[in-house]
């Protein structure tokens, strides 16, 4: 079964850490680029940070940058974001999504995407 399982959600204090796990099954992992997307309560989904080991690149989002790192181990099949610095408004439901096409997951292309995991809610205090 093809699968993205997300865990590592939960519930910190503004300028606090979490690290996001996205563990994958059913597919070679190597041939795809993993990408983190979040819903906002309201909001429209977004496209936080993506990560491909076959071309060597990442991508964050504005928004993120400086604060999260996304890397990868592919002995493991995961993917995981480090969050630091958290602000309220980092607040969302996060997503991992897997795709063949790295751009495809910088782009947004959010309804074309192959894989799709479940969700794990981040919720930071002020």
């Known amino acids: 079964e093809v699968q993205l399982v997300e865990s590592g959600g939960g519930l910190v204090q503004a300028g606090g850490s979490l690290r996001l796990s996205c563990a994958a099954s059913?597919?070679?992992?190597?041939?795809?680029?993993i990408g983190w997307f979040r819903q906002a309560p309201g909001k429209e989904r977004e496209g936080v940070s993506c990560?491909?080991?076959?071309?060597?690149?990442?991508y964050y989002a504005d928004s993120v940058k400086g604060r999260f790192t996304i890397s990868s181990d592919n002995a493991k099949n995961t993917v995981y974001l480090q969050m630091n610095s958290l602000k309220p408004e980092d607040t969302a439901v996060y997503y991992c999504?897997?795709?063949?096409?790295?751009?495809?997951?910088?782009?947004?292309?959010?309804?074309?995407?192959?894989?799709w995991g479940q969700g794990t809610l981040v919720t930071v205090s002020s």
């Open positions: 999504a897997a795709d063949r096409i790295f751009d495809a997951i910088v782009g947004g292309m959010m309804r074309y995407l192959e894989v």
């Open positions: 059913g597919f070679t992992f190597d041939d795809y680029a």
């Open positions: 990560i491909s080991s076959s071309i060597n690149s990442t």
